[in-house]
């Protein structure tokens, strides 16, 4: 019977009469009391002393009647076992709606309804719609139990809605809809417990978000889907355990965003979406467990984003996605676990990196490729941050200049000058190495002719023979001569940035050729070059001198003449030469290695082939010390003019 007024409750005889838990809610409502029904507890089953009709309970709560009006403090009742379904669609309550551990069997219906003041704190239900509801004051839903769907989607509450220790199961579905409520205090689901999709999707929550060691298993859907959400407050998901998905793709936090030591399995989703997602405070994953991807994708962060501690486990594919974030403090990559899966950073704006080499040595893989930073408060020990940049500069075997650039930026811009250079140097060697493996494996495509003609049988067989000379020839000719010239300019001038490499390399071609002219000179197989000296009396009888002792024994010819010394002689202080240019192997060296300089030493002595064997070996020599010294000149010339540095 439905109960309308008061005199429809009059009209209940027989076994339709009032139980005595009915007559009891009824005078407290009036007197605005608690009804605590057995030990207040909530029933296990049906009984004269628990058992409330939902109509009646429909009844008190939109107010009574004239001859039966509630208090103000509205309907209080705790332990009452709900018979027949409460259906308050479209109705307005009067006072506030208290139904503390109440047990309902058939699921309650509150679509559109207005309230002051809902709390069902641990009572249990099949399910619960309240789509469109408008509550003035708080929603508490503590140690709720349901068997199924909590929709509440659009509601509106002027304070807290919380669900702190519930017990939801939505199976498949979802266990709690909340999309596009408007929360002007904060939501609390702290230890929450659930099975199916948890929804604040379009949300728009005033305070906090708060799910503190939550337990969500998503079933077939997301675990928490925030996505568009709007959170004017802070995000507190610290040691929440999740299955499924927890997603605030596109979501606007002001505060900070906790997540620190929480489990969250994304099984074949991501573990964590914040893709797009605007975050005013920090954001905080310490000593997170992940396994699925960690996604940032596209995402603004006000402060810092930190994975202090964080164990990341994205399988095979990405088990951190930053691409484009920006993050206007700082990433912290530091005491990292073992990391599973690439940290993909690519284009990523990062504000300051703090870092340690253990956390990126637990990374197998990583993409810097359009990484950009401001400061880098990590270590600075070269041979570090040379691992760090190869194993981030080459995603899918592709090599990018990017990253090394950015670090020597960097160095540059805060005066470490050595290491910019020394990581420069670094990018070319490893960007010309790439250059002779993408040619390694290059590959000639073939042609479909069919020879069935002479003519097409001699293109055929020409082709062929082009294309073996591609393959094996040139190939091999262009892996060579990029392999000879990247090693001369790298070890002669450092690429361009160390031009000073080049010095060294001259002195020592002039020590050697020093030590070679002098013995050369001392073995008297030095002579003027000079056509007119060669001819003229003078040098003939001091060249000559040794061949009047030919007919000696050998013994005897090698003991007088190995001391004789043309040259020397003939420029000796008293001797005809001793105006003629003196010779002075330092001089000499520095003739013949340097093509700049022209100190006359060369013009003015050559080595003779035939008057010795350091002679002969230096007449060769000479040649080829003048070419290395037109080399390593040339080199040093456009290291320093800037042509083989590139604009870094």
């Known amino acids: 019977m439905l109960i309308r007024t008061y005199a429809d409750i009059e009209r209940l005889e027989g076994e339709d009469a009032l139980s005595p838990a009915e007559k009891k809610l009824i005078e407290n409502c009036k007197l605005g009391k608690l009804t605590t029904l057995g030990d207040g507890s909530r029933p296990k089953s049906s009984s004269p002393e628990r058992a409330i009709r939902a109509d009646l309970l429909r009844y008190l709560i939109i107010g009574g009647c004239e001859r039966c009006q509630v208090h103000e403090r509205g309907v209080q009742v705790a332990g009452a076992w709900i018979v027949g379904e409460l259906d308050l669609s479209f109705s307005r309550s009067k006072g506030p709606v208290l139904l503390l551990q109440c047990a309902f069997k058939v699921p309650l219906a509150a679509n559109q309804a207005s309230f002051d003041h809902i709390v069902l704190d641990g009572s249990s239900l099949p399910a619960l719609n309240a789509d469109g509801a408008v509550i003035k004051g708080h929603a508490f839903f503590r140690m709720l139990k349901s068997a199924g769907e909590i929709s509440v989607v659009g509601i509106e509450v002027g304070g807290q809605l919380s669900f702190e220790g519930a017990d939801l199961n939505g ?69 929440l355990k999740s299955i499924g998905e927890v997603s605030f793709a596109g979501a606007e936090i002001d505060g900070q965003f906790s997540c620190n030591g929480a489990e969250l399995s994304g099984g074949e989703n991501n573990a964590l979406n914040a893709d797009s997602a605007t975050i005013r405070g920090g954001v905080f994953l310490h000593n997170l467990k992940s396994i699925g991807e960690v996604s940032f994708c596209g995402a603004e962060i006000g402060v810092q984003l930190s994975f202090e501690g964080a164990e990341l486990n994205g399988g095979e594919g990405r088990c951190l996605n930053a691409q484009r974030i920006v993050i206007r403090g700082g990433l912290y990559w530091q005491d990292m676990k073992p990391v599973v899966g690439t940290v993909d950073l690519n284009t990523a704006y990062l504000g300051d990196l703090v870092d340690d080499e253990q956390s990126w040595d637990t990374v197998s893989s990583l993409i810097l490729v359009g990484a950009t930073y401001e400061d880098l408060a990590g270590p600075h020990n070269l041979p570090f941050r040379k691992r760090w940049l190869r194993k981030g500069a080459s995603p899918l075997g592709q ?11 960097f160095y540059r811009e805060t005066g470490h000058r050595h290491e910019a250079r020394e990581i420069l140097v670094e990018k070319e060697k490893e960007q010309r ?216």
């Not at 999707?201 to 709007?230: C, P, T, Y």
């Open 171 to 239: 199976g498949d579905g979802k266990a709690l809809n909340a999309q596009g409520a408007k929360i002007r205090g904060g939501v609390f689901m702290d230890k929450l417990e659930s099975t199916g999709e948890v929804s604040f999707s379009g949300a728009e929550i005033g305070v906090v978000l708060s799910a503190k060691e939550a337990k969500l298993k998503g079933g077939k859907g997301d675990a928490l889907n925030a996505q568009g959400g709007k959170i004017r407050g802070t995000v507190f998901f610290d040691k």
């Open 433 to 648: 190495k790439a250059v002779r493996v993408s040619i390694r494996h290059s590959r000639v495509e073939a042609e479909s002719d069919d020879p069935s003609s002479v003519k097409t049988a001699l293109s055929w067989s020409w082709n062929l023979a082009g294309r073996w000379f591609s393959f094996y020839v040139w190939r091999w000719v262009r892996i060579s001569w990029n392999g000879f010239w990247d090693i001369l300019i790298r070890y002669i001038a450092g690429y361009g940035y160390k031009p000073w490499l080049s010095l060294g390399w001259l002195g020592g071609l002039v020590l050697i050729m020093m030590f070679a002219a002098k013995y050369t000179w001392d073995a008297g197989d030095f002579a003027p070059n000079s056509a007119v000296v060669l001819t003229s009396p003078e040098w003939k009888a001091v060249a000559d001198l040794p061949d009047a002792y030919a007919s000696l024994p050998e013994e005897d010819k090698h003991r007088i003449v190995q001391d004789m010394t043309p040259a020397h002689d003939w420029t000796d202080a008293l001797a005809p030469g001793k105006d003629y240019e003196t010779f002075y192997s330092f001089a000499y060296a520095l003739d013949v290695v340097v093509p700049v300089l022209d100190l006359g030493q060369t013009d003015a002595w050559a080595p003779s082939p035939a008057r010795g064997d350091w002679g002969y070996w230096m007449f060769y020599a000479q040649k080829v010390f003048i070419v290395l010294g037109w080399v390593v000149t040339a080199i040093a010339a456009a290291a320093i003019s800037g042509m083989i540095r590139r604009d870094d």
């Open 399 to 409: 090599f990018h200049p990017q990253p090394y650039q950015q670090l020597a930026k």
